[in-house]
């Protein structure tokens, strides 16, 4: 490997500024995976192309011109950014980057994809600690409403207490009825 290659290193902010969501999937576009390996977007569609077989739906799709327009509306692509998505773009799921570096077999993709997987891995990470997060939420929310439920009980028993004591207190200070003897008085 090159001492070129060996110092590379893609800040993974860059990477995740290029994966989006399209479909509810994960993806990174074609061109965006492109400049990351040093080659021409053309290059790469082709490579693909010669390997169909590699790209299942599930690993590669082509955007419809209709979520092409709907893509450019969200990120206000700039005219000089619109000439590079003339075409619609090849959109890569995880397990697509992963086979486009057996496709483009070079020291560059290969090292690339191991840094773009690292970074797809760290971000299922997250999501799952998010989703951990969150049932720990609505178990704390549920055990509070148990909680609750349970020092309501506490203070209806303490009200009967206190009513309990005030009753037995009324009781001995009641004035007796019937026969009284003189030394009771």
Known sequence: ?????????????????????????????DRDLANLYGI??????RSCRRNATRFPIDFMFEMTMEELQDW?????????DRKGLRYSPFCFTEHGVIMLASVL???????????????????????ASNQDILLRLEKAELGLSDQENQIMVIFEYLKQLE?????EVDQRNRERIGFKRKHES
């Open 163 to 167: 009513l309990a004591k005030i009753q």
């Open 105 to 127: 077999n070079s020291e560059r993709a290969v090292k690339v994809n191991i840094q773009i997987v690292r970074i797809f891995i760290k971000l299922r990470k997250v999501l």
């Open 40 to 45: 021409e977007t053309k290059e790469l569609k």
């Open 1 to 29: 490997m090159s001492e070129r290659l060996a110092k590379l290193t893609i800040p993974d902010e860059v990477i995740l500024s290029k994966i989006y969501l399209i479909r509810d999937q994960k993806v990174m576009l």
């Open 72 to 80: 450019r509306s969200q990120f206000l692509t700039s005219e000089s």
